[in-house]
């Protein structure tokens, strides 16, 4: 979810979409090889496979080893502390010579925003700063640092564009990711996304449409729609589309399997998106809704916009619907002042939903969000009991709601083989994992598999 740390690098036969803007004729004097490395959400490893795109275009080839790149990026996340300091321990090794000499190092997503310039001063090796917001004006940056410009950024949040690529190196070979909507417009009081990633701003439904059904073309049978906000898209074209029907036009694509979306807000979240996914089979049974708190006092103080309550009206709405819909959610533990009494409420919430995934975090003060100015902050320590109650909880949550599946069969999208265990792993419409004994050639494939076995963070099955 928006929440997965992923690690990402070049690979070697990856998924192009669209036709290269220039021949490699065209290409850049110096910078030949480039090497990414990808920190945080998924919208960061889409905008990775987007600036490799923008990369090829200029006739640039990826190698797997930042040893071997003329231009090193990194993408970076700042949601939370640990997330951010991960760029500054990789730039650690170039300033102590490590193969550093005669590259471009380059800064690229949300620490890049955060810091700006001072990156120059923090870390001289770095010639490149650009947020997102500015991820249009790269082959512009990348010129001028060919012309022998020592530094360079883009750094500008003004804007009201979003990046489209004529190319887009894609890394899995069978989801693609599809940005719908960029930027917030929420201001969370712990959140940096909106001082990160700009304004919110969507792209028209006849570009997403066009894009999706150049995916199904192109092989893809999975596609993500993707948002900081998803759900808050609004179609800018003359056709204003909602995002319900938005989706049900993607779900209508012929030869698309499956359509998921992410990150919906709760306040956002209308029951015609129930609807549409009771119309349409291939939008998947699937909700990532983040909560957050399960105090209104704390949901409050976060500024998210509804309460406990209001939050249990759309858990109910999504309940009623044809299907049983998976649900999962992003929870924050310690936030300032959060009490005891606080803190239970979200146990008790999460036992009244019973959802089959949650992602959970110890609250981070982040720089220039309002909370930073607000609260009482919890130990550290604290924060880590919390925790560390709240997983054992929703293990045991999990444990039970995957053995309540055993002897049923589902639907898998084969997604990749182990071969020291023998075993295919897929992934159900529900976004749980399952693992069977198959074969490499089983990969990409729709298999139906029961399931025999359930641990609390997936299941075991065999070919149905
Ligand atoms: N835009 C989505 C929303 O508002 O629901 C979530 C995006 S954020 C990339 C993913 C998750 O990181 C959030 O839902 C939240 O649980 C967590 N997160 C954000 N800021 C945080 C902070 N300062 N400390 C701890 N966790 C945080």
Redesign the pocket.
């Known amino acids: 979810?928006?929440?997965e740390l992923i690690q990402i690098t070049a690979v070697s036969q990856p998924g192009l979409t669209g036709e290269p803007q220039s021949s490699p004729d065209s290409s850049s004097g110096g910078l030949k090889t480039f090497y990414i490395e990808t920190f945080?959400?998924q919208?960061n490893v889409h905008d990775s496979e987007k600036v490799q795109g923008v990369l090829l275009a200029r006739g640039m080839k990826p190698v797997g080893d930042h040893a071997q790149a003329d231009l090193v990026l990194y993408n970076t996340?700042s949601?939370?502390?640990k997330a951010a300091q991960k760029v500054f321990s990789r730039l650690g090794a170039f300033r102590k010579g490590d193969g550093g000499a005669g590259k471009v190092i380059g800064v690229l997503g949300c620490v890049a925003q955060q810091e700006g310039e001072r990156f120059f001063e923090r870390a001289p090796q770095v010639s490149l700063v650009c947020g997102s917001a500015s991820y249009s004006k790269l082959p512009h940056l990348l010129d001028k640092l060919e012309a022998g410009k020592r530094r360079v950024s883009g750094l500008s949040l003004d804007t009201d564009e979003c990046f489209e690529t004529e190319l887009t190196r894609r890394d899995n070979p069978f989801r693609a990711y599809l940005t719908i909507i960029e930027g917030?417009d929420?201001r969370?009081s712990?959140?940096?996304?909106p001082m990160t990633r700009g304004p919110q701003r969507s792209r028209p439904s006849e570009k997403i449409l066009a894009e999706a059904r150049q995916l199904v073309d192109e092989g893809y049978t999975e596609i993500q729609l993707l948002?900081?906000?998803v759900n808050a898209w609004q179609d800018p074209s003359s056709a204003r589309w909602s995002f319900a029907e938005l989706l049900s036009h993607v779900a209508e694509i012929p030869g698309v399997r499956r359509v998921r979306f992410t990150?919906?807000?709760?306040r956002f979240f209308s029951p015609d998106i129930v609807q549409a996914i009771d119309a349409h089979s291939t939008l998947c049974d699937q909700i990532h809704?983040?909560v957050?708190s399960g105090s209104t006092a704390v949901l409050a103080r976060m500024l998210?916009g509804y309460t406990r309550e209001e939050y249990l009206e759309k858990i109910h709405c999504i309940r009623k619907a044809r299907r049983t819909i998976s649900l999962s959610t992003?929870?924050?533990v310690g936030?300032c002042g959060e009490t005891r009494q606080d803190f239970e409420q979200t146990l008790s919430l999460m036992k009244e939903v019973g959802y089959d995934q949650v992602?959970?975090?110890?609250?981070?003060?982040?720089p220039n969000?309002l909370?930073e100015a607000n609260g009482e902050a919890l130990a550290e320590e604290e924060k880590g009991r919390r925790l560390a109650e709240l997983q054992e909880l929703q293990r045991q949550i999990q444990v039970r709601r995957n053995q309540a599946l055993l002897g049923e069969t589902i639907e898998v999208l084969v997604e990749g083989y182990q071969v020291r265990l023998g075993q295919a792993v897929g992934r159900a419409t529900t976004n749980r994992v399952i693992n069977f004994p198959g074969s490499p050639e089983d990969i990409g494939r729709y298999l139906a598999v029961k399931v025999t076995g359930a641990g609390p963070n997936s299941l075991v099955g065999a070919r149905a």
């Not at 712990?190 to 996304?193: A, H, L, N, P």
């Not at 990150?263 to 709760?266: G, L, Q």
């Open positions: 979810m928006g929440n945080g959400c919208m996340c949601i939370r502390e917030c929420q969370c712990f959140c940096v996304v948002g900081q906000i990150t919906s807000h709760p809704l983040p957050q998210r992003d929870v924050i936030f992602f959970s975090f110890k609250y981070s003060p982040r969000t909370a």
